[in-house]
Nanobody
């Protein structure tokens, strides 16, 4: 399974960005997709997750109501729509998938990771 994240960039506070993650070779190997982020000097943290099929989603409290995770099954692509961005959202954002069906937040439970895309929010 390979993941390619894109869509990061520089945006002013209050602005929006949409991240994409193209997933290849996922058949039978990825039932949950997730987005994580890592700010400089900090540990990688959970942002959002979703079952590939079905509507079950989970969000970190810090992004709830501002970010939305979604997917396009036909294109094997995962999205993260980020609105009302804040300077504290600045980080490298990673997409990941896991084999089991629990859409949990633990970094260690995800099996495959993309390379990350940088999001910078200026104040």
């Amino acid at each position: 399974v390979q993941l390619q994240a894109s869509g990061g960039g520089l945006v002013q506070a209050g602005g929006s960005l949409r991240l994409s993650c193209a997933v290849s070779g996922r058949t039978g190997s990825s039932n949950v997709m997730g987005w994580f982020r890592q700010a400089p000097g900090k540990e990688r943290e959970f942002v959002a997750s979703k079952r590939w099929v079905g509507g079950i989603t989970l969000y970190a409290d810090s992004v709830k109501g501002r970010f939305t995770i979604s997917n396009d099954n036909a294109k094997n692509t995962v999205f993260l729509q980020m609105n009302s961005l804040k300077p504290e959202d600045t980080a490298i954002y990673f997409c990941a998938v896991k084999k089991d069906w629990y859409a949990g937040p633990a970094v260690s439970e995800y099996d495959y990771w993309g390379q990350g895309t940088l999001v910078t929010v200026s104040s």
